[in-house]
């Protein structure tokens, strides 16, 4: 079966749906799965339900699919960064469901099994094996292995067998379709700095 795919756009042409529970990888905006989401979102699919780390940042990631309103609600374990989402939970437009035990009130929470997962690797075969770098292996492996379609777009494409066996951390039976997408941008959430004394931010003595 040929699980490699020459866009993302290709990759989600025929499975992509209105409504769809979509689980996305990656760690703050570290292993984010950026070429799939803008797919997604040129797809004009609409009415998602959307479970990663974070919601993306504003005009990033997720982030994206909450400006053209795609995403209808939003599972996510840290949405500190995201002005856009903070807004949009507030106003009562993303939530969870509640139900009343005994007359109690609680959230409603269930397994999630999601439609389709996005993820992003290092490096993989063409058979789907992945192998995630640094911190993009925090949520890329249990999205992966979660999603009923996994679609994985990976930064460096080999053959099988190329890859070190004790490397692999996805085998390619979770993974149902590839996208090779080259170098990916390395973004920085939050850039913290240390201030330089006076002297050296201008030179010091002459």
């Known amino acids: 079966m040929k699980k490699v795919y020459p866009t993302a756009e290709a990759a ?6 209105d409504g769809m529970l979509v689980a996305a990888g990656g760690f703050g905006l570290c292993g984010m799965p950026e070429t ?16 990663s780390n974070n919601a993306g940042i504003d005009g990033a990631g997720l982030g994206l699919l909450l400006e053209t309103r795609q995403i209808k609600k939003m599972i996510a374990s840290y949405v ?25 009130r609680y959230i409603m929470e269930r ?11 290092w490096m993989g075969d063409t058979e ?21 379609i996994t679609v994985a777009e990976v930064e460096h494409l080999v053959k099988p067998g190329e890859l070190n066996p004790d490397a692999i951390i996805t085998p390619g039976v979770f ?10 941008n390395k973004r920085i959430e939050v850039r913290t ?10 030179g010091g003595d002459i």
């Open 12 to 17: 989600l042409k025929d499975i992509v749906k």
């Open 111 to 121: 397994g999630l099994v999601p439609d389709l997962a996005l993820v992003h690797a």
């Open 193 to 202: 700095v240390r201030k330089r004394p006076a002297a050296a931010a201008t």
């Open 128 to 148: 789907g094996n992945l192998v995630y770098r640094k911190t993009a292996r925090n949520f890329n492996p249990p999205m992966a292995t979660a999603g009923k």
């Open 80 to 104: 500190g960064e995201n002005k856009l989402f903070a807004q949009q939970f507030l106003a009562g437009e993303l939530g969870k469901e509640e139900r009343t035990f005994d007359g109690e």
């Open 175 to 184: 993974v149902h379709r590839i996208v090779h997408v080259g170098d990916a």
């Open 36 to 51: 799939l989401i803008k797919a997604l979102r040129d797809s004009g699919v609409k009415n998602l339900t959307c479970i």
